[in-house]
């Protein structure tokens, strides 16, 4: 059997694939981090992880464990916390974040009733940067986002989970104010081909920026990569100053109106569907709470 030190050891060095800051988080010596390690791999018999002076990777039965442990030790963790949330009731303090002012209006809304329903629990609510909110919630220093996610995302991203569709809203195209585009009615997706595309930051999943920022046009047209940028703000200015052009909501219209960005409508692309995120087996009674919340808040709005 394992003991729990082994597996919090080796779970948490196959997420960082560095021995420092995996003592870091769990405030041991990077020395007793790799004793743990070495002792699981002569238990085991073969390495879990292949080193070389500049970095650290799961071998492939390190990888192989890390997917069968993980899931199952996620589901511990959150089958202990239900326990202790179901005999005292929902108390402590929710960290929840979001990405954009129109999301943090709505957390504002869900947050107010959640509190009527549970008032022994406090909501902290943070405001994420785009890059920001998968590394928050793997870290833990939150444990819900609100964020616009791509359909199937969870199915696609299997590290976590997703509350109902809060919001639907249109796509519209964030273009320099002098552009020929500014002047349209509409554009379509394949017209991304003709101009540069802003990225968002590698540090978000793969999917979630294919549907942001797709390399491809549906016909098959290559895109041109633009800049990249960590924040909304650096991406507008980025599109004003003419670097490229960036898929935006609706709602940027309102929230974020420009002298220098225009904002034109997809005459063919699907809507942005924000939800509620959290990690894969994070569904204590808090989230689920929250989650309740904000989709009757949404419901009753409609």
Known sequence: MLE????????????????GRTAERLHVSTARVSQTIKKLERRVGVPLFDRT???VQLSPV??????????????IGTALERAIESGKGIAG????AFTGAAAGQLLVGASELFRKRQPDCEVRIREAQIGEIVTWLRDDEVEIVLASLPPGFPEREPGFDTGPVLVSEARMLAVP?????ARRTSVSVEDLARVPMLQLPDTLPASLREDHTPARTPSGLPIAPGPSAATFQEMLTLVGAGRGVFPVGAQARRYYARPDVAYVPFSDAPPLEWRLLWRAGGATARVLAF????????????
């Not at 989650?291 to 409609?302: F, G, L, N, P």
């Open 53 to 55: 002076s500049r970095r």
């Open 62 to 75: 390190g990888r192989q464990l890390f997917e069968e442990i993980r899931p199952a030790w996620t589901q």
């Open 177 to 181: 104010v002098g552009h020929p585009f």
């Open 291 to 302: 989650s309740h919340a904000a989709h009757d808040m949404v419901t009753d709005y409609h």
């Open 93 to 96: 303090t929710l960290r929840v």
């Open 4 to 19: 729990r030190h082994e597996v919090e050891a080796f779970l948490t060095l196959a997420e960082e694939l560095h021995f």
